[in-house]
């Protein structure tokens, strides 16, 4: 096999916040019961609801069995103790239930916390390499709106990753060779009549894509249906295999394939442009990595890890209690399991990773636990380092399922125009930026894994969750800031109005920390929505402008806007100021 480059420090997380208040708060519970009990623990805090308080602790119910004590009584001394380390931090302490401690911030002390809330963000990944992999269309074949959901949930993965602080490098992996180019060059060369590269000439540039998807649906419905077809197909995939192999450019079927292969790339290049993703720093074809992976896999069979099956070469996953694969056909070719093994040695060979991501359907669940398993046998530290991250299907409202396979969904393309037009039933003529901040919202407010059901309408509205919702209320407050004198001054103290909102401003960093230790970007989405919600309610009961306290008011109407600013650009959102 290949050499695989020596390892780089393992990769880890350790959850330490980096942001005053929880790690103020954690610090010296951390003391207390040192002090106490001679005990070290670290105690997790959550956010309870706010009559309770900012911040809780069951850590008095944790301790209670190691000290043989009462929680209760456990959590009166921990109360006792903090009322006095925590004087100025803390406004109250309380016990409550069983043995459960709510602590209250003092006004300085949240203060403080809002108004360090987006420059406090968590560095966690500060050092490491993390590959992010997705979007992975395969030339020949349209973009459906599975990877249109891919593509931007892996951009916001990225964009999260990058925050805290990772080198991060974004990877798009696709399928140049293997039978679904054999199923459409058999198509394409029914079209054309043959191999007749300048009939090409012939098909409009706008419907380039439509029309290499068409004669994709007519190859597989042929290899399905027509045994002659499936062997012609076979043959057409073997001849893409060689003449990648001869490095054939000037054969008419090296023609056609090289020319389609060019279309395919620049109508992705295209779509990737209208979405407004970050650029990926590498693609990588199939091609280039199916030697490396055909290669690696005849060498381990020789080692064991592999073994021969009815002609072919597989590896047994059910000695692992997984499923057996094949890896290399008994035509002698290797299936997308030997490529995906070319392309995690590629990655690991060329970037040393800490942390590979790889998003896909769950249908390629199973299949991704199999070839992590086999890399494990003779390369295990790029296959530990890496996570497989699945979504459920895309349907449209009503239920439909996407498939280009069958020919029976929309493209991306058609999911993009699905939302213009129910823009353009509003009568609002929202801008391509409010077109994507509806489509990227409403993917993303989804938790990653299950299904998606996509309402063009839902998600284009100007109330409710929605994206649109979140740029119109960051408008709205920078226009609140518009009409003031001054800028705002600094935090203090908080009224009933204030200091909910104030309260909420101060959660932002833990958020994006869930966020990017999950890899859950709903969190993001969530999060925003419930801020502006508390933004509503704090202006309805709180007048900005001309009250006695608005350079307050003011400072909170800022960090707010700042702050959806900051949100929604990590969700690959503009935020504009006015719509």
Known sequence: MPAVPPASKSFSIDICYNYSDMETLQQALKRAIHDLFNTDLT??????????????????????????????????QLAAHLRESLSAEVQEVTVAGPGFINLRLSDVFLASAATAAISAAPRTLEGKTVIAEYSDPNPFKPLHAGHLYTTLMGDIIARLVAHAGAKTIRVNYGGDVGLHVGRCMWGILQYLGGERPEKLSEIAENERSKWMGTCYVTGNTAYE?????????????????????????????????????????????????????????????????????????????????????????????????????????????????????????????????????????????????????AIKQFAPEPAERTEHLTHGIVKLKGG?????????????????????????????????????????????????????????????????????????????????LKKAANGGGELATFDEAERPLARKLSEYPEVIQKAIDELMPHYVCTYLYELAQAFNRFYEHAQVVGDPREATRLTLVRLYADILRDGLGLLGIGAPESI
């Open 43 to 76: 105690p997790e805090l959550t956010r309870p609801d706010e009559q309770f308080g900012d911040y809780a602790t069951n850590v008095s119910m944790q301790l209670a069995g190691r000290l043989g004590k009462n929680p209760r009584e456990v959590a009166e």
């Open 225 to 373: 249906n027509d045994e002659q077809a499936k062997a012609e197909i076979i043959t057409a995939n073997k001849r893409v295999y060689q003449l990648h192999k001869d490095n054939d450019h000037d054969s008419p079927f090296a023609q056609i394939y090289w020319t389609c292969r060019q279309w395919s790339y620049e109508y992705f290049a295209t779509l990737y442009d209208q979405l407004q993703v970050v650029p990926f720093d590498r693609y990588i074809p199939e091609s280039e990595v199916t030697p490396l992976g055909l290669q690696t896999v005849e060498e381990q069979l020789q080692k064991g890890v592999f073994e021969k099956s009815d002609g072919a070469v597989v590896f047994d996953g059910e000695k692992l209690g997984l499923h057996t694969r094949v890896f290399i056909s008994s035509e002698g070719l290797p299936t997308y399991e030997a490529k995906d093994i070319g392309l995690s040695l590629t990655k690991w060979r060329d970037y040393q990773f800490d942390k590979s991501i790889i998003i896909t359907a769950n249908e390629q669940a199973q299949y991704m636990q199999v070839i992590l398993a």
């Open 400 to 480: 439909i399922k996407i498939s280009s396979r069958k020919g029976n969904g929309p493209s991306a393309l058609d999911i993009l125009q699905a939302a213009r037009e129910a823009g353009a039933e509003t009568g609002t003529n929202p801008s391509e930026d409010t077109i994507l901040a509806a489509i990227k919202y409403a993917f993303a407010k989804n938790r990653i894994g299950g299904d998606v059901i996509y309402d063009p309408k839902e998600s284009i509205a100007l109330e409710g969750n929605s994206g649109p919702y979140l740029q119109y209320a960051h408008a709205r407050a920078r226009s609140i």
